[in-house]
Nanobody
Framework: HVQLVESGGGSVESGGSLTLSCVAS????????MGWFRQAPGKEREGIAA???????TYAGSVKGRFTISRDNGKNTLSLRMNSPKSEDTAIYYC??????????????????????WGQGTQVTVS
């Protein structure tokens, strides 16, 4: 049984920084694609960053240059460093993982329907 648990959400001031973490259990990070998604009220879930098993990463244009995704396969953890967040970054942030062959081929995070394993989400509010 795969379980993903996010932490680190909360309130942050615009221009500050925040780091989200995701711990995976019952799942091997090796060979997998892991990503961060977010969903704001009234909007669709958006893929914002993905980390591939070959070490490459991909970002949505809305966060590129401000957010950094990183992973530790040995510890089965995924992180998202949010620098200079803006009010429009306010959303529930989700961690997702699956064995996707084309993790970064489109130069953007894979769409959410390709992921079967999801965390419960953590709220990030930027003021």
């Amino acid at each position: 049984h795969v379980q993903l648990v996010e932490s680190g959400g909360g309130s942050v001031e615009s221009g500050g920084s925040l780091t989200l973490s995701c711990v995976a259990s019952g799942y091997s990070g090796s060979g997998s694609c892991m990503g961060w998604f977010r969903q704001a009220p009234g909007k669709e879930r958006e893929g914002i960053a993905a980390s591939c098993s070959d070490g490459t990463s991909t970002y949505a244009g809305s966060v590129k240059g401000r957010f950094t995704i990183s992973r530790d396969n040995g510890k089965n953890t995924l992180s998202l460093r949010m620098n200079s967040p803006k009010s429009e970054d306010t959303a529930i942030y989700y961690c997702a993982a699956d064995y996707i062959s084309d993790c970064a081929g489109a130069n953007s995070p894979p769409p959410s329907p390709l992921f079967d394993n999801w965390g419960q989400g953590t709220q990030v509010t930027v003021s």
